[in-house]
């Protein structure tokens, strides 16, 4: 008998589709989401190793435009192959990964910056159509522009927590 491996996080339905990791189908998830779930902002709480960062990714492989021409090679198969909804394909999406923020209090506001400039760059690329000015969204820009001291321009200052942090003005 020949076992199939867990899908690893952060890897793509293509990928895992491709490497023949062992794969749940959840597709039927996003029929109810869109129409019976009675809400509009969707919990995801699981506990470690459940397949959420995945789900995440299958959702983005379901909405995002730039993935629309592989969408019938990701979801064959699969019951939402099958039962394709309206907003299937339709959607601009644009990934936060916060996993790279440093958690120093005082590499914070910089890290964070950093991270969120590179999660732009990256929508840029996926929606050359929008034409996006990439020279723009280059991470040294914001690094040290965007940090400034505790007091901001809007007169909101951060509590003292015993470090001499940076307050992010975006």
């Known amino acids: ?7 690893p996080n952060n890897m ?10 062992l794969f ?6 996003i029929d ?8 509009n902002a969707a919990i995801f709480l699981r506990p470690r190793r459940f397949g959420k960062t995945f789900f995440i990714i299958l959702l983005k492989s379901y909405y995002d435009r730039a993935l629309k021409q592989h969408f019938d090679r990701n979801f064959a198969g699969t019951w ?11 959607y601009f999406c644009l990934d936060l990964d916060f996993s790279d923020v440093s958690s120093q209090p005082g590499d914070v506001c910089e890290s964070f910056i950093f991270s969120l400039a590179s999660s732009l760059k990256r929508f840029s690329w996926s929606y050359p159509l929008l034409e996006i000015p990439v020279e723009k969204l280059e ?32």
Request: charged residues 25%; contains cysteine; positive net charge.
């Open 1 to 7: 008998m020949k076992y199939k491996t867990i899908i």
């Open 12 to 21: 793509s339905m293509a990928a895992a589709k491709e490497e023949n990791f």
């Open 24 to 29: 749940v189908d959840k597709t039927r998830y």
């Open 32 to 39: 109810w989401l869109e129409n019976d779930s009675r809400t």
């Open 80 to 90: 939402i192959g099958s039962h394709k909804t309206s907003k299937a394909s339709s």
């Open 139 to 170: 991470p040294g820009l914001y690094q040290k522009s965007a940090v400034k001291p505790r007091a901001s321009a809007r007169g909101y200052k951060a509590p003292n927590r015993g470090y001499s942090g940076f307050q992010c003005i975006v």
